[in-house]
């Protein structure tokens, strides 16, 4: 993802919509994605090369780097819950000024709100009211997006959507991940249990090399 956003900045950056102007902050991440990745790579060469070698400071250093890795997912996890709807208010801000001026006109951005709202059954962010007075509902005399009427034909507009009553896709999103909770906590639980079993082991080594040597 990493080299994604460093060869190819340009397309992200007309999904930042509002926010495209920080383009040469963003581009950065694609740099840290980048460094983070071989970090890790590193890190697992750490350990493999601690546990061959019998190093106690090889195995020292890869379990404290696994237990602040741990440490800062808990917390992220635990701020993720506890700041949801801050974190609605932010994708709400990116959300509904880029469909407001963006789609329809920007080729990325409209094909990734069509496939999204295709996909998932929904309209807008919120709901068919995140394109009123939009520059797409102008440009096609107050047509709205087929997927915002229930009939899901060109001929759509504010009437016929606010009749249909099709759900915002962050909405359709946040319940589909309800539904499937257990998969996402499965593979939330699997990473922690990966990382508690290699903290075990590099410290079960680091403690019984010095009975090993004897």
Not at 5 to 33: A, E, I, K, T, Y
Not at 47 to 73: D, H, M, P, R, W
Not at 80 to 85: D, E, I, N, Q, V
Not at 95 to 114: D, F, H, I, Q, R
Request: hydrophobic share 45%; proline share 2%; charged share 15%.
């Amino acid at each position: 993802m990493g080299i994604w956003v460093s060869v190819d900045g340009g397309s992200f950056l007309r999904l930042l919509g509002p926010f495209s102007g920080q383009g040469m902050q963003f581009v950065n991440v694609g740099f840290f994605c980048i460094a983070i990745g071989g970090v890790l790579v590193l890190l697992g060469l750490l350990g493999c090369c601690g546990a061959q070698k019998e190093s106690k400071c090889l195995l020292l250093t890869f379990f404290s780097i696994i237990l602040v890795i741990f440490i800062a997912e808990v917390a992220a996890a635990v701020v993720a819950l506890a700041y949801s709807s801050f974190a609605e208010g932010i994708l709400r801000a990116w959300a509904t000024p880029a469909l407001k001026t963006e789609y329809g006109s920007e080729p990325v951005v409209t094909k990734m709100w069509n496939t999204t709202m295709e996909e998932v059954k929904c309209c807008g962010f919120t709901n068919y009211t995140d394109f009123l007075g939009s520059k797409f509902e102008k440009e096609n005399g107050g047509s709205l997006p087929p997927s915002c009427c229930t009939t899901n034909n060109s001929s759509c507009n504010s009437t016929e959507a606010e009749r249909s009553a099709v759900k915002g896709c962050f909405e359709n999103i946040l319940q589909i991940l309800k539904e499937h909770a257990n998969i996402v906590g499965g593979i939330a639980a699997g990473i922690g249990v990966v990382e508690i079993a290699a903290m075990i082991v590099s410290m079960y080594l680091y403690c019984h090399l010095d009975d090993r040597i004897r």
